[in-house]
């Protein structure tokens, strides 16, 4: 069956086309002109309405424009092969928007596929099931034949998990998956090694759990970020509320989630009206009209798109690297009135395509707070309109705005808002925060936020975790930092509570190394297909070899840079806003980014390229040295390497032949003599670390035994 798009809405393409010639934008990619959604649809015949059911297919054909500025000027009609006229030009599309469309709504051939016998499923399935939040994988250790499985991912909008759904992703893990829980960057839980036999089984438990991985995956709204903090606080409550009700504007309607894993019995807790009134609103031409999927439409978006909401001054969401971000804006009492909205975030690249890039959010404008889904479902369309559908490597919303500015992208949104946005208001410097030990809720109830080496919950410390949140029945949120946060904690669990944490090896932030507090690292091998090198399984060792640095060159114990790894350029782990990022590019090879800083606001530029694991020290020394002798009052290492310039850097480094002689010397702080030192050295070399650190594991783990059950 052949299948055309029809060209743009003509009000819509006027507000383009007014700032085209004025563009500046460094990229220009041809933008992909296609899914217009338009209008009332006229009258259908049985028939064409009959074939455009049965294979999903809801195409816009142009029409004549209307006379009123903010009436549509294009009409979406149903048909099953749309009159092409002679002169027209199919539009070149990817494999996966073909996929989509013959899918009627994300269903087939997933459903044949996940009745077969065989462990795997075939292209077009595995490019779907996506969209139901899994994705297929094998272990890439093994040799010869595939042991395929999958990995499912939930879908919490600002992490939040009830304990019931705690406890019930505890159990799978063990029943069904590899034994572990990962704690997601986008503050979800990933549960690896699913066989597809369970597949059903371990999706129901989770949909009658009241959880979801409904568009945790896929060319369609993301999880929702929000700071994972419970205060009870207008700001925070509203930024989180927020978050939960564009999660649920932006959900699928079609029913194609609940056809597969729960034979159509839908589990959905009540919409609140303001919701459903922004999806089912086509004021504008957003919608799709008497689709299954009003604002999806058959195509869904062209990538991935992911949202952040926050408050002033909380930069734990890392904001500016997505799609969208929102902030609360509060008058002076304190009272939430509107939001700021930043646009065309993205952290994704490809290696050497000079064209791909990781880039920050802008301002766009601010919307009163009754407007908010209105904004966001209008940028949305926007995307969704004349996002690329032709190469998936250019799809991102972040390449729209690049080639077409800021200013023109504005002039689209406002046509489907229905308004001009207001002038973005100032607001304070951002903080990253991340929440972590024990705080006040600010209704007489504690939270505390726990570190988790790379978000992997496993062992002693899951079992522990299980035994504190199911005795005292507590919720838990999951933090963008894949670090985890206990709930409403009585004063009184305080004491025994913070006993079983410690003995599970979670412990207080001050008894952690500060570089493992703001680390971050991609599952990568085994089980990711994209992988090029180590993350998870490498940056352990990595910190270490950064901590022995460290002490080298004579930096304190308690300085610290933000270090992130990844296993390729996709940036699961926002390597781009670290100070020092690790992204592979090669077997035991990464590239090396600097530049980036602690508060998430500064975007890293790459400093090497194909720098092999053994040789990290090579560059690590002189950078950290220079940095200990050469840094200002206060400055970063983020900062220090920007104000040096990469030039310097290099020639740095090129010339590095170790630390000077005279800047050598033996740290005996810790030591009452030398024969003690060099014992401690002795034993230290065993486990490949230095007499120092050693000394100082030891050390905080006496002092953390003395502190167990002792008052914060």
């Known amino acids: 069956m052949t299948t055309s798009f029809a060209a743009a809405n003509t009000a819509t393409a006027a507000a383009a086309g007014a700032f085209a010639s004025s563009s500046d934008a460094k990229l220009q990619i041809h933008s992909f002109n296609g899914l217009k959604s338009t209008g009332t649809p006229p009258a259908l015949s049985s028939n064409s309405l009959l074939l455009s059911k049965r294979f999903g297919v809801f195409h816009s054909v142009s029409a004549s424009p209307s006379s009123s500025s903010s009436a549509p000027s294009s009409i979406v009609r ?168 564009i999660a649920a504007l932006l959900t699928p309607q079609s029913g194609f989630y609940y056809d597969m894993w729960v034979d159509g019995e839908r589990f959905m807790s009540a919409e609140p009206p303001e919701v459903v009134k922004a999806r089912n609103d086509n004021s504008h031409g957003t919608n799709f009209p008497d689709s299954p999927e009003p604002i999806y439409g058959t195509q869904f978006l062209p990538r991935k798109f992911k949202i952040a909401v926050t408050v002033p001054t909380d930069n734990s969401v890392d904001l500016f690297t997505n799609d969208i971000g929102v902030v609360v804006v509060s008058d002076g009492d304190g009272e939430p009135k509107g939001f700021n909205i930043y646009v065309g975030g993205g952290m994704g690249r490809t290696h050497r395509v000079e064209a791909t890039f990781p880039r920050l959010a802008e301002p766009l404008g601010y919307v009163p707070k009754e407007d908010i889904l209105y ?24 390449y729209l705005i690049s080639s077409w500015g800021i200013e023109k992208f504005r002039a689209v949104v406002e046509q489907y808002y229905g308004k001009k946005f207001e002038a973005i208001c100032n607001l304070p410097e951002w903080e990253f925060k991340s929440y972590l030990g024990w705080h006040e809720q600010g209704d007489g109830a504690l939270f505390c936020g726990l570190h988790v080496d790379n978000g992997r919950v496993k062992g002693t410390m899951k079992t522990m975790l299980r035994e504190i949140i199911e005795k005292y029945k507590l919720n838990v949120r999951i933090t963008p930092n894949q670090n985890i946060i206990l709930c409403d904690i009585k004063h009184a669990w305080k004491r025994p509570i913070s006993t079983v944490l410690a003995q599970g090896g979670l412990l207080q932030p001050r008894y952690v190394d500060p570089l493992n507090l703001t680390a971050m690292a991609c599952p990568a091998f085994p089980l990711c297909p994209l992988a090029i090198t180590e993350a998870e399984r490498g940056i352990p060792d990595i910190l270490k070899r950064v901590r022995a640095v460290f002490e080298k060159v004579g930096l304190k114990y308690n300085e610290s840079v933000v270090i992130r790894i990844t296993g390729c350029p996709n940036g699961c782990a926002r390597p781009y806003m670290a100070e020092l990022g690790f992204v592979g590019d090669g077997p035991n090879s990464y590239q090396i980014w600097l530049g980036g800083n602690s508060n998430q606001t500064s975007l890293a530029q790459v400093f090497l390229d194909k720098v092999k694991l053994h040789d990290l020290e090579k560059v690590l020394e002189p950078l950290f040295y220079h940095w200990k002798r050469k840094r200002q009052s206060k400055e970063s290492f983020g900062d220090f390497t920007i104000r040096t310039g990469f030039e310097k850097l290099k020639e740095l480094v090129d010339k590095w ?30 486990q490949d670390k230095t007499a120092h650190q050693l000394a100082m594991e030891v050390i905080r783990g006496f002092v953390a035994s003395q502190q167990n059950g002792k008052s914060e």
């Open 78 to 245: 149903a048909v099953s092969t749309p009159v092409k006229p002679e002169t027209s030009k199919e539009t070149k599309r990817s494999k996966v928007e073909i996929i989509k469309e013959h899918s009627n709504y994300i269903r087939y051939p997933l459903n044949e596929e996940l009745e077969t016998d065989a462990p795997n499923i075939n292209e077009s399935a595995t490019q779907l099931i996506k969209f139901h939040g899994s994705y297929q994988q094998y272990n890439r250790d093994e040799r010869g034949t595939r042991s395929y499985s999958f990995m499912l991912r939930t879908k919490n909008p600002c992490g939040k998990v009830s304990n019931r759904l705690y406890l019930v992703m505890d159990d799978l893990a063990d029943e069904f998956g590899i034994g572990t829980l990962r704690l997601t960057t986008r503050q979800t839980f990933q549960l690896h090694g699913v066989l597809k036999k369970d597949l059903k089984t371990v999706m129901s438990m989770i949909i009658n759990n009241m959880g979801s991985t409904l568009g945790a995956c896929g060319d369609l709204n993301r999880n929702v970020l929000a700071p994972a903090a419970p205060y009870v606080r207008k700001d925070y409550m509203f930024a989180q509320e927020t978050a939960e009700n």
């Open 375 to 398: 904004a966001i479902k209008a940028i949305v369309v926007t995307q969704r309109e004349h996002g690329r559908r032709d190469d998936r490597k250019y799809s991102r919303m972040k």
């Open 657 to 686: 032949e170790g630390i000077p002689e005279s800047s050598t010397r033996y740290n005996l702080k810790l030591f009452a003599d030398r024969e003690t030192y060099e014992a401690m050295d002795e034993l230290a070399r065993v």
